[in-house]
């Protein structure tokens, strides 16, 4: 069955701007990765060690959780998010509120959610599967496009929609001639044969079918209802896209698509090992030091040592200036928050525990008697660090946030400062979810539940 990835068109992100420059294809795969960089006055190796801490502030700096907002959030503060991370992961969890809002919050502070569906239904933002299913910027997702197209993307929900597509072919093109004729739909809108039975596993046909045709790239999501998809032809969708596409992206390699990905991902997390590399797109195979060195020669890299770390680290040359900052210890880490488990300093372990000494788990998955913490424990950021993590629900009919266990790691001894931001941080998530009035449970030291109240109280 053939891919629609086929009818896009591509603008793209340069540096931290989004460019509707007109690109020759014959000459885009050379030029394309120039845009936005600069030449490096100096070796791309650089062999003056910097510190871990100053490795976790460049990383955070560039997640923009460095510090604390400046202003107020603004509408197009919710893109430019998105555009630094190149991406925001989705998760339908929503004991708290769902990620990508709680992501948001980290880094804008108090903003509306609608901002994001409005962004969706007003096509400056799309869904594809990128990290998971994810948003990206629109002036991303002819690249995007481009890489599920080829057989390299080898992503599993490309291996899930083939084999739904082989056992289900005459039913899903119903489904398909049916949304051509009548509009957009929901998974809602078909009724389920066998009713009482819920969860994501347990998927009624059609929204499988769905599913599988947006994984392909013939539908695409064009708004959310109440967090629910709502899926129309990637034709429609794309027409409204904001910037507008543009077929080019499609005559790239995948060999120069994944160098794309490499390099957005590389300045995305500021400070990267190789191995960390290829996870921020689900990039298979692994990128390894070989493959970046042409990156290193042509100056879009830069190699750091990092004290402590058996391997080298890498830098986007956009980032060098941050760098610089880092090195002379400028990048001052002031920001306290709450981060999802969905949040991309997050989702790697392997990076969470080198970059932070952090171990994370999400045990939503796992059996109640065996979580150590909590059903959607959220990760603690104070100044720099990751201090504990806090199990947490809203209870919005009575508007109540509930924490019902807090643990600070072994080691951390909470100062007045920290124990200040961190309750000004909880109460601050609180009210933003529109459950003002806070329960405390349980915590770890003990003796930081009293202060924490005493905190709230004042």
Not at 3 to 8: F, P, V, W
Not at 173 to 180: E, G
Request: proline fraction near 4%; charge should be positive.
């Amino acid at each position: 069955m053939p891919s629609a990835y086929g009818q896009i068109h591509l603008t793209y992100q340069a540096g931290s701007h989004i460019s509707n420059r007109v690109v020759n294809a014959s000459t885009m795969e050379g030029s394309l990765f120039r845009e936005g960089t600069h030449p490096l006055s100096k070796s791309s190796s650089d062999a003056k060690a910097i510190a871990v801490a100053q490795a976790r502030a460049l990383h955070l700096a560039a997640q923009g959780l460095l510090q604390a907002p400046r202003r107020r959030a603004r509408r197009d503060d919710v893109l430019a998010t998105i555009q630094r991370m190149r991406l925001l992961q989705i998760d339908s969890i929503h004991v708290v509120a769902r990620s990508p809002y709680l992501v948001l919050h980290a880094r804008l502070g108090d903003y509306s959610p609608m901002w994001l569906e409005e962004a969706l239904e007003g096509g400056r933002i799309a869904e594809c599967w990128a990290h998971e299913a994810c948003f990206v910027t629109a002036a991303d997702m002819g690249l995007h496009r481009a890489w599920r197209a080829q057989a390299e993307s080898n992503h599993w929900a490309d291996r899930h929609a083939a084999r739904v597509r082989d056992s289900h072919s005459q039913e899903m093109q119903d489904l398909l001639a049916r949304i051509r004729t009548t509009g957009a739909v929901r998974a809602a809108d078909f009724e389920r044969a066998d009713r009482g039975v819920s969860g994501w596993w347990e998927w009624k046909p059609e929204k499988r079918w769905l599913e599988a045709w947006f994984a392909s790239g013939e539908l695409m999501v064009t708004r959310r209802e109440r967090f629910q998809r709502v899926y129309d032809l990637a034709e429609r969708v794309l027409a409204k896209l904001d910037p507008p596409y543009d077929a080019s992206a499609m005559r790239l390699s995948p060999a120069a698509l994944r160098k794309r990905f490499i390099l957005d991902s590389v300045r995305a997390l500021g400070i990267t090992q190789a191995r960390w590399i290829a996870d921020y797109f689900r990039l298979k195979p692994t990128v390894d030091a070989r493959e970046l060195e042409p990156m290193l020669a042509s100056g879009e890299l830069l190699s750091v040592q990092v004290v402590g770390w058996d391997s080298p680290a890498y830098v986007h040359a956009d980032n060098v200036e941050l760098l610089g900052k880092a090195r002379e210890g400028r990048l001052r880490a002031t920001r306290t928050a709450l981060l999802s488990p969905f949040d991309p300093v997050i989702w790697d372990r392997a990076r969470l525990r080198d970059m932070f000494d952090f171990d994370y788990t999400i045990e939503c998955y796992v059996p109640a008697a065996k979580r150590q913490y909590g059903y959607y424990v959220l990760p603690i950021l104070y100044r720099g660090r990751l201090i504990g993590r806090l199990d947490a629900k809203a209870h919005r009919a009575e508007g109540v946030f509930e924490v019902k266990a807090l643990f600070l790691e072994d080691g951390v001894k909470p100062s007045q400062r920290m124990l200040e931001e961190l309750a000004q941080a909880i109460a601050a998530t609180a009210t933003w979810h529109g459950t003002p009035k806070i329960r405390l449970g349980r915590c770890r030291p003990t003796q930081i539940a009293s202060a924490l109240r005493a905190l709230w109280r004042a």
